[in-house]
Protein backbone atom coordinates (compact mmCIF):
# COMPACT_ATOMS: atom_id res chain seq x y z
CA UNK A 1 0.00 0.00 0.00
CA UNK A 2 2.93 2.37 0.69
CA UNK A 3 4.15 1.58 -2.69
CA UNK A 4 0.94 2.06 -4.44
CA UNK A 5 0.51 5.96 -2.28
CA UNK A 6 3.87 6.86 -2.72
CA UNK A 7 4.57 10.77 -2.42
CA UNK A 8 3.21 13.40 -4.70
CA UNK A 9 6.04 14.76 -5.55
CA UNK A 10 6.81 11.81 -7.22
CA UNK A 11 3.96 11.26 -9.05
CA UNK A 12 4.56 14.94 -10.68
CA UNK A 13 8.28 14.20 -11.67
CA UNK A 14 7.06 11.37 -13.41
CA UNK A 15 3.89 13.33 -15.16
CA UNK A 16 6.92 16.24 -16.40
CA UNK A 17 9.13 13.82 -17.22
CA UNK A 18 9.86 10.76 -19.85
CA UNK A 19 6.60 10.42 -21.72
CA UNK A 20 7.21 6.53 -22.04
CA UNK A 21 8.07 6.36 -18.35
CA UNK A 22 4.70 8.36 -17.50
CA UNK A 23 2.23 6.56 -19.48
CA UNK A 24 3.49 2.94 -18.42
CA UNK A 25 3.68 4.80 -14.69
CA UNK A 26 -0.39 5.67 -14.91
CA UNK A 27 -1.54 2.56 -17.23
CA UNK A 28 -0.78 -0.21 -14.79
CA UNK A 29 -2.43 1.12 -11.94
CA UNK A 30 -5.21 2.53 -14.68
CA UNK A 31 -5.69 -0.81 -16.26
CA UNK A 32 -6.05 -2.78 -12.89
CA UNK A 33 -8.72 -0.16 -11.52
CA UNK A 34 -10.79 -0.30 -14.98
CA UNK A 35 -10.65 -4.19 -14.69
CA UNK A 36 -11.64 -4.51 -11.08
CA UNK A 37 -14.42 -1.77 -12.67
CA UNK A 38 -15.36 -3.89 -15.32
CA UNK A 39 -15.09 -7.12 -13.08
CA UNK A 40 -17.61 -5.28 -10.87
CA UNK A 41 -19.84 -4.81 -14.24
CA UNK A 42 -20.02 -8.59 -14.59
CA UNK A 43 -20.51 -9.08 -11.47
CA UNK A 44 -23.67 -7.09 -11.43
CA UNK A 45 -24.81 -8.86 -14.81
CA UNK A 46 -24.04 -12.40 -12.70
CA UNK A 47 -26.10 -11.62 -9.88
CA UNK A 48 -29.23 -9.91 -11.86
CA UNK A 49 -29.06 -12.80 -14.38
CA UNK A 50 -30.10 -15.20 -12.02
CA UNK A 51 -32.97 -12.73 -11.12
CA UNK A 52 -34.47 -14.11 -14.63
CA UNK A 53 -35.05 -13.00 -17.92
CA UNK A 54 -37.20 -9.77 -17.51
CA UNK A 55 -34.73 -8.25 -15.12
CA UNK A 56 -31.66 -8.88 -17.56
CA UNK A 57 -33.49 -6.93 -20.16
CA UNK A 58 -34.61 -4.23 -17.50
CA UNK A 59 -30.77 -3.96 -16.96
CA UNK A 60 -29.97 -3.68 -20.92
CA UNK A 61 -32.55 -0.95 -20.65
CA UNK A 62 -31.75 1.07 -17.82
CA UNK A 63 -27.97 1.09 -18.24
CA UNK A 64 -28.44 3.68 -21.44
CA UNK A 65 -30.13 5.81 -18.27
CA UNK A 66 -27.42 5.51 -16.47
CA UNK A 67 -24.80 6.58 -19.05
CA UNK A 68 -27.14 9.72 -19.38
CA UNK A 69 -27.15 10.31 -15.79
CA UNK A 70 -23.23 10.58 -15.56
CA UNK A 71 -22.17 12.26 -18.77
CA UNK A 72 -21.69 15.80 -16.56
CA UNK A 73 -19.63 14.15 -14.63
CA UNK A 74 -17.67 12.29 -16.98
CA UNK A 75 -17.04 15.57 -19.01
CA UNK A 76 -16.39 17.52 -16.09
CA UNK A 77 -13.87 14.76 -15.02
CA UNK A 78 -11.82 14.90 -18.26
CA UNK A 79 -11.92 18.80 -18.17
CA UNK A 80 -10.00 18.50 -14.99
CA UNK A 81 -7.77 16.01 -15.89
CA UNK A 82 -6.36 18.02 -19.00
CA UNK A 83 -7.13 21.11 -17.33
CA UNK A 84 -4.84 20.34 -13.99
CA UNK A 85 -2.14 18.58 -16.20
CA UNK A 86 -1.96 21.09 -18.47
CA UNK A 87 -1.19 24.55 -15.49
CA UNK A 88 0.77 22.39 -13.32
CA UNK A 89 2.79 21.73 -16.79
CA UNK A 90 3.25 25.20 -17.11
CA UNK A 91 4.00 24.92 -13.57
CA UNK A 92 1.04 26.88 -12.16
CA UNK A 93 -0.22 25.02 -8.67
CA UNK A 94 -2.34 27.68 -7.54
CA UNK A 95 -4.60 27.54 -10.43
CA UNK A 96 -4.66 23.94 -10.60
CA UNK A 97 -5.90 24.06 -6.85
CA UNK A 98 -8.95 26.19 -7.51
CA UNK A 99 -9.38 24.13 -10.85
CA UNK A 100 -10.15 20.78 -8.51
CA UNK A 101 -11.86 22.60 -5.78
CA UNK A 102 -14.03 23.93 -8.85
CA UNK A 103 -14.95 20.71 -9.90
CA UNK A 104 -15.73 19.06 -6.62
CA UNK A 105 -18.25 21.64 -6.03
CA UNK A 106 -19.69 21.29 -10.04
CA UNK A 107 -19.98 17.42 -9.50
CA UNK A 108 -22.40 17.54 -6.56
CA UNK A 109 -24.57 20.71 -8.14
CA UNK A 110 -24.58 19.07 -11.72
CA UNK A 111 -25.64 15.70 -9.62
CA UNK A 112 -28.13 17.07 -8.63
CA UNK A 113 -30.09 19.07 -11.30
CA UNK A 114 -29.13 15.32 -13.08
CA UNK A 115 -30.95 13.45 -11.00
CA UNK A 116 -33.84 15.94 -11.01
CA UNK A 117 -33.98 15.83 -14.82
CA UNK A 118 -33.96 11.86 -14.44
CA UNK A 119 -36.85 11.89 -11.96
CA UNK A 120 -38.80 13.58 -14.38
CA UNK A 121 -38.38 12.10 -17.97
CA UNK A 122 -37.67 8.66 -16.97
CA UNK A 123 -41.32 7.74 -17.65
CA UNK A 124 -41.88 9.51 -20.59
CA UNK A 125 -38.58 7.72 -21.86
CA UNK A 126 -39.51 4.30 -21.01
CA UNK A 127 -42.48 5.00 -22.82
CA UNK A 128 -40.57 6.30 -26.14
CA UNK A 129 -38.83 3.07 -25.80
CA UNK A 130 -41.82 1.00 -25.99
CA UNK A 131 -40.27 -0.87 -22.89
CA UNK A 132 -43.53 -0.25 -20.72
CA UNK A 133 -43.55 -4.04 -19.74
CA UNK A 134 -40.48 -3.54 -17.59
CA UNK A 135 -41.08 -0.43 -16.79
CA UNK A 136 -41.32 -1.24 -12.44
CA UNK A 137 -38.36 -3.15 -12.81
CA UNK A 138 -36.08 -0.08 -14.74
CA UNK A 139 -37.42 2.16 -12.10
CA UNK A 140 -36.19 -0.30 -9.58
CA UNK A 141 -32.58 -0.07 -10.75
CA UNK A 142 -32.76 3.83 -11.08
CA UNK A 143 -34.16 4.20 -8.22
CA UNK A 144 -30.75 4.73 -6.22
CA UNK A 145 -28.59 6.12 -8.72
CA UNK A 146 -31.07 8.91 -8.69
CA UNK A 147 -31.03 9.56 -5.18
CA UNK A 148 -27.19 9.59 -4.36
CA UNK A 149 -26.11 10.82 -7.88
CA UNK A 150 -24.39 13.84 -6.33
CA UNK A 151 -22.26 11.30 -4.68
CA UNK A 152 -21.42 8.98 -7.84
CA UNK A 153 -20.64 12.40 -9.81
CA UNK A 154 -18.05 13.53 -7.08
CA UNK A 155 -16.73 10.30 -7.21
CA UNK A 156 -15.94 9.89 -10.86
CA UNK A 157 -14.55 13.71 -10.30
CA UNK A 158 -11.95 13.10 -7.92
CA UNK A 159 -10.90 10.00 -10.16
CA UNK A 160 -10.30 12.96 -12.86
CA UNK A 161 -8.37 15.46 -10.61
CA UNK A 162 -6.24 12.70 -9.42
CA UNK A 163 -5.28 11.73 -12.85
CA UNK A 164 -4.76 15.56 -13.43
CA UNK A 165 -1.90 15.51 -11.25
CA UNK A 166 -0.29 12.04 -12.24
CA UNK A 167 -1.61 10.56 -9.29
CA UNK A 168 -2.65 7.42 -10.78
CA UNK A 169 -2.23 5.10 -7.76
CA UNK A 170 -4.51 7.14 -5.82
CA UNK A 171 -7.17 7.03 -8.19
CA UNK A 172 -7.05 3.79 -9.03
CA UNK A 173 -7.29 2.91 -4.87
CA UNK A 174 -10.53 5.25 -5.09
CA UNK A 175 -12.10 3.23 -8.18
CA UNK A 176 -11.10 -0.04 -6.75
CA UNK A 177 -12.44 0.81 -3.23
CA UNK A 178 -16.02 1.43 -5.01
CA UNK A 179 -15.73 -1.55 -6.52
CA UNK A 180 -14.56 -4.38 -4.74
CA UNK A 181 -17.44 -2.80 -2.19
CA UNK A 182 -20.13 -2.79 -4.62
CA UNK A 183 -19.23 -6.89 -5.34
CA UNK A 184 -19.58 -7.20 -1.88
CA UNK A 185 -22.63 -5.73 -1.07
CA UNK A 186 -24.12 -6.56 -4.48
CA UNK A 187 -25.34 -10.49 -3.36
CA UNK A 188 -26.00 -8.77 0.41
CA UNK A 189 -28.69 -5.89 -0.76
CA UNK A 190 -30.09 -8.16 -3.75
CA UNK A 191 -30.71 -11.53 -2.17
CA UNK A 192 -30.23 -11.59 1.49
CA UNK A 193 -32.04 -8.49 2.22
CA UNK A 194 -34.67 -9.03 -0.40
CA UNK A 195 -34.13 -5.45 -2.23
CA UNK A 196 -33.99 -7.36 -6.00
CA UNK A 197 -32.45 -5.46 -8.69
CA UNK A 198 -33.02 -2.09 -6.33
CA UNK A 199 -30.11 -3.50 -4.70
CA UNK A 200 -27.92 -3.88 -7.36
CA UNK A 201 -28.31 -0.11 -7.81
CA UNK A 202 -28.06 0.75 -3.98
CA UNK A 203 -25.20 -1.17 -3.57
CA UNK A 204 -23.33 0.98 -6.03
CA UNK A 205 -24.10 4.42 -5.00
CA UNK A 206 -23.38 3.11 -1.36
CA UNK A 207 -19.74 2.49 -2.90
CA UNK A 208 -18.87 5.32 -4.24
CA UNK A 209 -20.02 7.24 -1.55
CA UNK A 210 -17.33 5.46 0.49
CA UNK A 211 -14.93 5.63 -1.69
CA UNK A 212 -15.29 9.09 -2.58
CA UNK A 213 -14.86 9.70 1.41
CA UNK A 214 -11.64 7.58 1.19
CA UNK A 215 -10.48 9.89 -1.63
CA UNK A 216 -11.22 13.69 0.14
CA UNK A 217 -9.41 12.58 3.37
CA UNK A 218 -6.22 12.58 1.47
CA UNK A 219 -7.12 16.16 0.44
CA UNK A 220 -7.53 17.33 3.43
CA UNK A 221 -4.61 15.96 5.09
CA UNK A 222 -2.45 17.33 2.32
CA UNK A 223 -1.51 14.38 0.82
CA UNK A 224 -1.58 15.65 -2.80
CA UNK A 225 0.47 17.52 -4.97
CA UNK A 226 -2.54 20.21 -5.59
CA UNK A 227 -4.04 21.25 -2.83
CA UNK A 228 -8.31 21.70 -1.90
CA UNK A 229 -7.84 24.72 0.65
CA UNK A 230 -10.44 27.03 2.06
CA UNK A 231 -9.49 29.92 0.05
CA UNK A 232 -9.73 27.88 -3.28
CA UNK A 233 -12.84 26.08 -2.31
CA UNK A 234 -15.16 28.79 -4.49
CA UNK A 235 -16.88 28.86 -7.55
CA UNK A 236 -14.07 30.73 -10.09
CA UNK A 237 -15.07 31.81 -13.68
CA UNK A 238 -11.41 31.45 -14.89
CA UNK A 239 -11.17 28.28 -13.27
CA UNK A 240 -14.13 27.15 -14.46
CA UNK A 241 -14.14 27.97 -18.12
CA UNK A 242 -11.17 26.65 -18.84
CA UNK A 243 -12.04 23.22 -17.53
CA UNK A 244 -15.10 23.63 -19.43
CA UNK A 245 -13.25 24.46 -22.46
CA UNK A 246 -12.68 21.07 -22.69
CA UNK A 247 -15.39 19.41 -20.21
CA UNK A 248 -18.60 20.53 -21.64
CA UNK A 249 -17.47 19.18 -25.41
CA UNK A 250 -16.68 16.27 -23.78
CA UNK A 251 -20.21 16.51 -21.76
CA UNK A 252 -22.25 17.12 -24.80
CA UNK A 253 -19.81 14.00 -26.64
CA UNK A 254 -20.91 11.55 -24.15
CA UNK A 255 -24.66 13.16 -24.16
CA UNK A 256 -24.39 12.35 -28.04
CA UNK A 257 -23.11 8.66 -27.55
CA UNK A 258 -25.57 7.63 -24.26
CA UNK A 259 -28.85 9.35 -26.49
CA UNK A 260 -27.90 7.83 -29.45
CA UNK A 261 -27.59 4.58 -27.34
CA UNK A 262 -30.80 5.48 -25.55
CA UNK A 263 -32.70 6.57 -28.97
CA UNK A 264 -31.62 3.61 -31.05
CA UNK A 265 -32.83 0.92 -28.95
CA UNK A 266 -36.45 2.26 -30.02
CA UNK A 267 -35.26 0.07 -33.45
CA UNK A 268 -33.78 -2.72 -31.64
CA UNK A 269 -36.81 -2.77 -29.75
CA UNK A 270 -39.14 -2.59 -32.90
CA UNK A 271 -36.34 -5.05 -34.98
CA UNK A 272 -36.06 -7.62 -31.89
CA UNK A 273 -38.27 -6.42 -29.01
CA UNK A 274 -37.02 -6.33 -25.51
CA UNK A 275 -34.97 -9.55 -25.74
CA UNK A 276 -33.35 -7.91 -29.26
CA UNK A 277 -32.02 -5.50 -26.82
CA UNK A 278 -30.24 -8.08 -24.70
CA UNK A 279 -28.77 -9.50 -27.59
CA UNK A 280 -27.21 -6.34 -28.60
CA UNK A 281 -25.78 -5.20 -24.93
CA UNK A 282 -24.76 -8.57 -23.37
CA UNK A 283 -21.64 -9.16 -26.04
CA UNK A 284 -20.60 -5.67 -24.91
CA UNK A 285 -19.82 -6.34 -21.26
CA UNK A 286 -17.50 -9.09 -23.04
CA UNK A 287 -15.81 -6.14 -25.61
CA UNK A 288 -15.97 -3.72 -23.16
CA UNK A 289 -13.66 -5.92 -20.59
CA UNK A 290 -11.16 -6.57 -23.41
CA UNK A 291 -11.03 -2.60 -24.43
CA UNK A 292 -9.86 -1.64 -21.25
CA UNK A 293 -6.18 -1.69 -22.02
CA UNK A 294 -6.87 0.95 -24.35
CA UNK A 295 -8.99 3.11 -22.33
CA UNK A 296 -6.36 2.81 -19.26
CA UNK A 297 -3.94 3.73 -22.02
CA UNK A 298 -6.11 7.26 -23.39
CA UNK A 299 -6.47 7.69 -19.56
CA UNK A 300 -2.69 7.70 -19.02
CA UNK A 301 -1.86 9.60 -22.12
CA UNK A 302 -4.14 12.65 -21.66
CA UNK A 303 -2.44 13.75 -18.62
CA UNK A 304 1.09 13.43 -19.93
CA UNK A 305 0.09 14.98 -23.65
CA UNK A 306 -1.11 17.87 -21.77
CA UNK A 307 1.31 18.84 -19.17
CA UNK A 308 3.57 18.72 -22.41
CA UNK A 309 1.17 21.67 -24.13
CA UNK A 310 1.52 23.26 -21.17
CA UNK A 311 5.48 23.01 -21.41
CA UNK A 312 5.08 23.89 -24.67
CA UNK A 313 6.56 20.77 -25.78
CA UNK A 314 4.93 20.05 -28.71
CA UNK A 315 7.39 16.95 -30.29
CA UNK A 316 6.91 15.32 -26.95
CA UNK A 317 2.94 15.51 -26.91
CA UNK A 318 3.40 14.03 -30.00
CA UNK A 319 5.41 11.46 -29.37
CA UNK A 320 3.01 10.46 -26.18
CA UNK A 321 0.51 10.24 -28.38
CA UNK A 322 1.68 8.15 -30.72
CA UNK A 323 3.12 5.84 -28.58
CA UNK A 324 -0.20 5.27 -26.84
CA UNK A 325 -1.84 4.52 -30.25
CA UNK A 326 0.77 1.44 -30.95
CA UNK A 327 0.20 0.14 -27.66
CA UNK A 328 -3.35 0.21 -28.02
CA UNK A 329 -3.30 -1.68 -31.31
CA UNK A 330 -1.35 -4.51 -30.67
CA UNK A 331 -3.55 -5.42 -27.49
CA UNK A 332 -6.46 -4.87 -28.98
CA UNK A 333 -5.58 -7.11 -32.02
CA UNK A 334 -4.51 -10.13 -29.91
CA UNK A 335 -7.69 -9.33 -27.61
CA UNK A 336 -10.01 -9.63 -30.92
CA UNK A 337 -8.86 -12.48 -32.11
CA UNK A 338 -9.12 -13.90 -28.54
CA UNK A 339 -12.94 -12.81 -28.49
CA UNK A 340 -13.72 -14.59 -31.94
CA UNK A 341 -12.71 -17.88 -30.58
CA UNK A 342 -13.62 -18.33 -27.44
CA UNK A 343 -16.90 -16.42 -27.80
CA UNK A 344 -19.26 -18.95 -26.99
CA UNK A 345 -17.80 -20.12 -23.49
CA UNK A 346 -17.38 -15.93 -22.30
CA UNK A 347 -21.09 -15.19 -23.34
CA UNK A 348 -22.27 -18.87 -21.07
CA UNK A 349 -21.22 -16.81 -18.09
CA UNK A 350 -24.52 -14.83 -18.34
CA UNK A 351 -26.27 -17.66 -19.18
CA UNK A 352 -26.85 -20.10 -16.14
CA UNK A 353 -30.20 -19.04 -15.42
CA UNK A 354 -33.22 -21.45 -17.38
CA UNK A 355 -34.78 -18.95 -19.19
CA UNK A 356 -31.38 -17.57 -20.34
CA UNK A 357 -29.76 -20.51 -21.77
CA UNK A 358 -31.66 -20.69 -25.30
CA UNK A 359 -29.82 -16.93 -25.70
CA UNK A 360 -26.25 -18.53 -25.46
CA UNK A 361 -26.36 -19.36 -29.27
CA UNK A 362 -27.19 -15.85 -30.49
CA UNK A 363 -25.09 -14.27 -27.92
CA UNK A 364 -22.19 -15.86 -28.90
CA UNK A 365 -23.21 -14.87 -32.56
CA UNK A 366 -23.42 -11.23 -31.78
CA UNK A 367 -20.19 -11.34 -29.89
CA UNK A 368 -18.07 -12.61 -32.97
CA UNK A 369 -19.46 -10.06 -35.06
CA UNK A 370 -19.09 -6.96 -32.64
CA UNK A 371 -15.31 -8.29 -31.60
CA UNK A 372 -14.17 -6.84 -35.33
CA UNK A 373 -14.44 -3.09 -34.29
CA UNK A 374 -13.13 -4.05 -30.88
CA UNK A 375 -9.26 -2.34 -32.32
CA UNK A 376 -10.94 0.84 -33.72
CA UNK A 377 -12.76 1.09 -31.23
CA UNK A 378 -9.43 1.56 -29.35
CA UNK A 379 -7.72 3.78 -31.46
CA UNK A 380 -10.77 6.13 -31.28
CA UNK A 381 -10.21 6.90 -27.71
CA UNK A 382 -6.68 7.97 -28.17
CA UNK A 383 -7.68 9.71 -30.77
CA UNK A 384 -10.10 11.72 -28.55
CA UNK A 385 -7.80 12.22 -26.14
CA UNK A 386 -4.92 13.69 -27.84
CA UNK A 387 -7.30 16.16 -29.21
CA UNK A 388 -8.44 16.68 -25.84
CA UNK A 389 -4.92 17.65 -24.96
CA UNK A 390 -4.72 19.80 -28.02
CA UNK A 391 -7.89 21.66 -26.78
CA UNK A 392 -9.74 20.56 -29.66
CA UNK A 393 -12.13 19.08 -27.56
CA UNK A 394 -15.13 20.22 -29.73
CA UNK A 395 -13.76 18.23 -33.27
CA UNK A 396 -14.70 14.86 -31.85
CA UNK A 397 -17.77 15.56 -30.15
CA UNK A 398 -18.74 16.90 -33.72
CA UNK A 399 -17.90 13.87 -35.11
CA UNK A 400 -19.63 11.99 -32.73
CA UNK A 401 -23.04 14.04 -33.29
CA UNK A 402 -22.59 13.35 -37.27
CA UNK A 403 -21.97 9.74 -36.96
CA UNK A 404 -25.07 9.43 -34.39
CA UNK A 405 -27.35 11.16 -37.20
CA UNK A 406 -25.74 8.71 -39.73
CA UNK A 407 -26.34 6.01 -37.17
CA UNK A 408 -29.86 6.27 -36.12
CA UNK A 409 -31.26 6.88 -39.96
CA UNK A 410 -29.56 3.44 -40.99
CA UNK A 411 -31.24 1.62 -37.84
CA UNK A 412 -34.71 3.16 -38.72
CA UNK A 413 -34.23 2.00 -42.19
CA UNK A 414 -32.91 -1.43 -41.13
CA UNK A 415 -35.51 -1.91 -38.59
CA UNK A 416 -38.72 -0.93 -40.69
CA UNK A 417 -37.08 -3.39 -43.42
CA UNK A 418 -35.43 -0.83 -45.74
CA UNK A 419 -31.98 -2.61 -46.24
CA UNK A 420 -33.46 -5.84 -47.52
CA UNK A 421 -32.36 -8.01 -45.04
CA UNK A 422 -33.29 -9.21 -41.11
CA UNK A 423 -33.94 -5.72 -39.48
CA UNK A 424 -31.92 -7.10 -36.17
CA UNK A 425 -29.20 -8.52 -38.47
CA UNK A 426 -28.66 -5.23 -40.20
CA UNK A 427 -28.79 -3.31 -37.40
CA UNK A 428 -25.69 -5.56 -36.08
CA UNK A 429 -23.98 -4.98 -39.15
CA UNK A 430 -24.28 -1.43 -39.85
CA UNK A 431 -22.84 -0.96 -35.55
CA UNK A 432 -19.86 -2.99 -36.61
CA UNK A 433 -18.92 -0.85 -39.46
CA UNK A 434 -19.66 2.49 -38.16
CA UNK A 435 -17.62 1.98 -35.03
CA UNK A 436 -14.72 0.39 -37.59
CA UNK A 437 -14.93 3.24 -39.78
CA UNK A 438 -15.28 6.02 -37.07
CA UNK A 439 -12.19 4.68 -35.46
CA UNK A 440 -9.94 5.65 -38.32
CA UNK A 441 -11.35 8.87 -38.75
CA UNK A 442 -10.63 10.19 -35.26
CA UNK A 443 -7.48 8.91 -35.29
CA UNK A 444 -6.66 10.11 -38.37
CA UNK A 445 -7.95 14.11 -37.32
CA UNK A 446 -6.14 13.77 -34.25
CA UNK A 447 -3.00 13.12 -36.13
CA UNK A 448 -3.78 15.86 -38.74
CA UNK A 449 -4.57 18.62 -36.18
CA UNK A 450 -1.16 17.60 -33.76
CA UNK A 451 0.78 17.66 -37.29
CA UNK A 452 -0.65 21.16 -37.71
CA UNK A 453 -0.24 22.52 -34.76
CA UNK A 454 3.77 21.60 -34.58
CA UNK A 455 3.61 23.25 -38.24
CA UNK A 456 1.80 26.44 -36.83
CA UNK A 457 4.38 26.88 -33.73
CA UNK A 458 7.92 26.52 -35.92
Known amino acids: MVKLLRSDGSDLEILLGDHKKAIRSMFV ?35 SFYGLLMCAGMGIAIGAT ?28 VGAVSAAVMFLFLDPALWILG ?19 PALMAHAVLGGILRGEGAARKSTVIQMSAALLNMALDPLFIYVFGMGIMGAGFATGLSALIALLIGLRWYL ?15 SRAAVGEMMNVGVPKTMQDLITNFTVFAQRIFIIIAGGTTGVLIYNYPFRITSLFNLPGKALENSMLPVASSAYGQK ?21 VSAAFIFIFA ?27 CVSVPFMAIKG ?35 GFLGIDPFQGIMLIMVTLNTVGGFIVMSLAILHMNRLIRSSQ
Do not use: H
Request: aromatic residues 10%; hydrophobic residues 55%.
Open 29 to 63: PLLVAFAVIELNQFVDTFWISGLGKTASEAISVSI
Open 82 to 109: SSIAFRLGKGDRETAGSMASNAMILSVA
Open 131 to 149: AENIKQECWDYMIPFIAMA
Open 221 to 235: KGKTAVRMDRSNFRL
Open 313 to 333: DLQKMKAAGLYALKLTLCISL
Open 344 to 370: EPLMSIFTYEGSMGPMLPCLSLALRLI
Open 382 to 416: IGASLLQAMKKARIPMYFDLIWAIIRLILFALSAY
